[in-house]
């Protein structure tokens, strides 16, 4: 089937102004600025198929916000190619808005001085949701988003967490089957980030939204998605599953065993012999140990270990998504190269 | 057709036949929503009113020193009388109470603060939008600035009234496109924001030299030939001299109806402008701030 986006070779280059320092450089700018091409968005390209919640994650300046503007029709891009359902966003973009729901966790497309069903009347108006439509849409979110104790306020009145639940609210209230977020749980608490969580899932999954999620809150995408594409510099550095994502770096485990009597860790690492696993040096009852799940299994570490030792209490620590994603940035500029081989190692999977 | 596909055949012929009036009825919600903002905020517009009867007043007193001084026996200055040059300051300040409005500002603020990436996932038009919500901005005004200002200014310095009544009706049609082309400079500038950096400087100084360029300050008929022929070239003398000067009944005739048709014009082609100007600014747009 036709994936709903298919991005192509998308680049976005940004003109920036070099400043030079001092008081003879500042008239220098004047008269000739420095400019240099930044390219903040390089090749890249992926496909998102219609019902996918995909994360779209990188570090601060990664170019994350810059691909949601070209998918959104915001921005033009210097070449490259995006479809969306048959569309070119920045070319029909008065025609593509209709389908598509946005949101920017660090702006609002509340009025701020009005009510907040205020706004979704003239949301209303301005998409030409049918009366009948609207109401049910409205009443769906009312109701999944608990929006009934704010609805009259003025949007200015609203705490972050409810402006987020009514901004959410806003960018569905036209029915759209694709939805861009952007930063959706960004400074929100614990609670309110749940809400829009829950939130999330409840319109995957009864409405089937497709939607694509820019964040840095990793839960966000361990909780919502099972598709991640990381950018860096700009570059797409991985595509794929989470649990993909986990093999590929290596998914290394932590074991944290306290023994009941004492032991050095020199001793242990005769136990497991020749498992490629690392113990951490040190003498006493508690002492970790780290391998990789592709490696060895964990519980073959375990039997060598009890089967040779008292053993009084075990701990099992995976690595979490955002440690693995750290470890993904970090390796960024390796990955462009080694790539090919990757690409393969997957196809071969 | 594949079902991913977002666009249904015939939606937009579908759009055409009902869209009309549900698009209009779409920006007369905009103009109602900016008129109850503004009236909202009503409190600040009463101080308007004292800074706008101290310009009078202070225009007043000096066209009266210069008048005072002219040399025995000539009756006009600037082919004025002094009745006239009262006149044509109160209706002046009067008129800019209404014809003003911010959309410039407003504007270029959401371009350099990137806010207008919200209006551009909007299935409507920015400067249609613009427009409106200066339209409501302008009914406030005429309610709850203007008429206020013309019912202390009026009494204080004397209006006198047109050479012909029905010239009271030209000069509010003259006004209300005043009003059109003044908003249309406006978005125009507001476009600007785009590619310069300190829009807000320039925005200052625009509206210094609109009340010169106007007319607002000194009629026309005070400079030299070169300079008033130059003005009736320009946009600027729409959005005061001529609706003053229609009052004043030096335009009559043919020539009111020139004159009102060039307003038209002006207000009609500045739109086209803006119309082509913020579709070249928007394929340009680089938006700062995230």
């Known amino acids: ?349 | 057709m594949p079902e991913t596909a977002i666009t249904v055949p015939g939606n937009e012929f579908e759009r055409w036949r009902r869209g009309g009036a549900a698009t209009a009825g779409l920006y007369v919600s905009f103009a109602r929503l900016a008129f109850l903002k503004f009236l909202a905020y009503r409190l600040r517009y009463y101080t308007g009113v004292v800074s706008y009867t101290v310009f009078v007043a202070g225009n007043y007193y000096l066209f009266t020193a210069l008048f005072a001084s002219r040399p025995a026996g000539e009756e006009l200055i600037g082919g004025l009388t002094l009745a006239q040059m009262i006149s044509y300051v109160i209706l002046s300040w009067v008129g800019r109470s209404f014809t003003f409005n911010n959309i410039d500002r407003t504007l270029a603020q959401q371009v350099v603060q990137g806010e207008i990436a919200l209006q551009l996932i909007k299935p409507f038009h920015v400067q249609t939008v613009m427009l409106s919500e200066a339209l409501g901005e302008a009914l406030f005004r005429l309610l709850m600035f203007t008429a206020p200002i013309l019912l202390v200014v009026v009494p204080l310095f004397g209006l006198s009234s047109p050479p012909d009544p029905a010239l009271y009706g030209w000069t509010v049609l003259s006004f209300a496109l005043a009003f059109l082309v003044n908003a249309q400079l406006n978005f125009l500038v507001g476009c600007l924001a785009f590619y310069l950096k300190n829009i807000i400087g320039v925005i200052r100084a625009k509206m210094v030299i609109m009340e010169f360029l106007t007319g607002v300050l000194v009629p026309f008929t005070f400079f030299p030939a070169w300079f008033q022929s130059a003005m009736e070239w320009l946009p600027f003398q729409a959005i005061s001299y001529v609706p003053v000067t229609v009052y004043l009944g030096l335009r009559t005739g043919h020539d009111l109806i020139i004159s009102l048709i060039v307003q038209a014009a002006w207000a009609l082609g500045l739109f086209v402008l803006g119309r082509l100007l913020w579709s070249v600014s928007v394929k340009h747009v680089t938006l700062q701030g995230g």
């Open chain 1, 1 to 349: 089937m036709e994936p709903l986006i298919r991005v192509e070779n998308l680049c976005k280059d940004y003109q920036v102004t070099r400043r030079r320092e001092g008081v003879w450089g500042g008239v220098v700018d004047l008269v000739k600025p420095r400019r240099e091409i930044l390219r903040a968005v390089d090749d890249v390209s992926f496909e998102i198929p219609a019902g996918e919640m995909v994360g779209y994650i990188g570090a601060n300046g990664a170019g994350k916000s810059t691909t949601i503007k070209m998918l959104t029709g915001i921005l033009t891009p210097t070449s490259g190619h995006v479809s969306v359902g048959g569309l070119v966003p920045w070319r029909d973009r008065t025609h593509y808005t209709r389908h598509i729901g946005a949101v920017f966790g660090q702006r609002t497309q509340l009025w701020w001085d009005l009510a907040v069903i205020e706004s979704f009347h003239l949301l209303r108006k301005i998409y030409e949701v049918e009366e009948g439509a609207y109401r049910k849409q409205l009443d769906l979110f009312r109701e999944l988003l608990g929006l009934d104790e704010f609805l009259h306020q003025p949007v200015r009145k609203l705490s972050l967490g409810q402006r987020m639940r009514c901004d959410l609210a806003a960018a569905l209230l036209h029915g759209p089957r694709l939805l861009f977020l952007d930063e959706p749980t960004i400074g929100l608490d614990v609670v309110a980030k749940e809400s829009v969580r829950v939130f999330l899932r409840e319109i995957r999954d009864q409405l089937g939204v497709t939607v694509l999620l820019t964040t840095h809150d990793l839960g966000d995408i361990q909780q919502l998605c099972r598709r991640i594409v990381i950018i860096d510099h700009g570059k797409v550095i991985f595509d794929g599953e989470i649990d993909e994502l986990r093999s590929r770096v290596g998914d290394r485990i932590k074991l944290t065993i306290e023994l009941r009597e004492a032991a050095t860790s020199a001793s242990l690492a005769d136990v497991t012999g020749t498992m490629p696993v690392i113990w951490r040096a040190g003498d006493g009852l508690v002492h970790e140990v780290e391998f990789s799940r592709r490696d060895v299994r964990s519980a073959e570490v375990i039997r060598a270990v009890v089967n040779d030792r008292p053993v009084h209490d075990l701990r099992i620590e995976e690595q979490d998504i955002e440690e693995i994603v750290r470890g993904i940035y970090r390796r960024g500029d390796a990955k462009a190269t080694d790539a090919a081989d990757e690409g393969q190692e997957a196809g071969d999977a």
